[in-house]
């Protein structure tokens, strides 16, 4: 099955920097990767995904980058803000996650310095 | 944070118990998940279900049960087999869309061993 490795398990970092979290997968027919987050007491929530037909997708202060060649996708952050604090979770799947769900990383805390 | 509800959101289980955890969604989702997450190992899935009257073991399905006789509802039972109960469980729904499969979580049960 799939395996998912993340890196790194806690990062800090100061305001206004930036922030990247990484994640390697096992299974070259995964082709769907989502990151949510889950602050502390809450649910996950999805903040951006992307398809494997894609190498780069951005959403305002937030990035993915996929390498699929080299099997690995990145989480980027920019002007990180103190509401950033909060574990970080990358995931895999093929076929978009709806036949078999999807498959974790251990999850990264990222903590905001002020 | 409404559409996916888990319950109680907290379970206390006693030596050779069966207990029952609850989650519904309105959200009229044909997949639905249970994960457990353990701290610092991520979210694992459990079971999943893509329609009703069906579902499939995920990882670690060993020691747990689920049914799936309506849409809306999705119960997960840790049975007596399962001998590390304790941990957070989250229930997931998804509808496939353009090829991206969003997951919305409950608010999660916490289950203690007495």
């Known amino acids: 099955g799939e395996n998912v490795e993340q890196h790194p398990s806690t990062l800090s970092v100061q305001e206004g920097d930036s922030a990247v979290i990484k994640c390697t997968y096992s299974?070259?027919?995964?082709?769907?990767f989502p990151w949510y987050k889950q602050e502390l007491g809450k649910r996950p929530q999805l903040i951006i995904d992307i398809r494997s037909n894609v190498g780069e997708k951005k959403d305002q202060r937030i990035a993915v980058t996929l390498n699929k060649t080299a099997k690995h996708f990145s989480l980027h952050i920019t002007e990180t803000q103190p509401e950033d604090s909060a574990v970080y979770f990358c995931?895999?799947?093929?076929?978009?996650?709806?036949?078999?769900?999807?498959?974790f990383g251990k999850g990264t805390h990222l903590i905001i310095q002020p | 944070d409404g559409g996916i509800t888990q319950s109680p959101k907290y379970l206390f289980r006693k030596e050779g118990q069966n207990v029952t955890l609850s989650c519904e969604q309105n959200?009229?989702?044909?997949?639905m998940y249970w994960y457990r997450q353990d701290p610092g190992q991520g979210l694992r899935l459990i079971y999943y279900s893509q329609i009703v009257n069906d579902f499939q073991k995920g990882d670690i399905a060993e020691g747990y049960s689920v049914s799936r006789e309506k849409k809306e509802s999705f119960p997960l039972t840790v049975t007596s087999a399962q001998k590390n109960p304790t941990a957070f469980y989250l229930c997931a729904s998804s509808n496939q869309d353009r090829g991206r499969d969003i997951q919305y979580f409950g608010a999660g049960t916490r289950l203690s061993v007495l």
């Open positions: 959200l009229n989702h044909d997949a």
């Open positions: 299974d070259s027919a995964s082709n769907y």
């Open positions: 995931a895999a799947s093929r076929n978009g996650g709806g036949a078999d769900g999807l498959t």
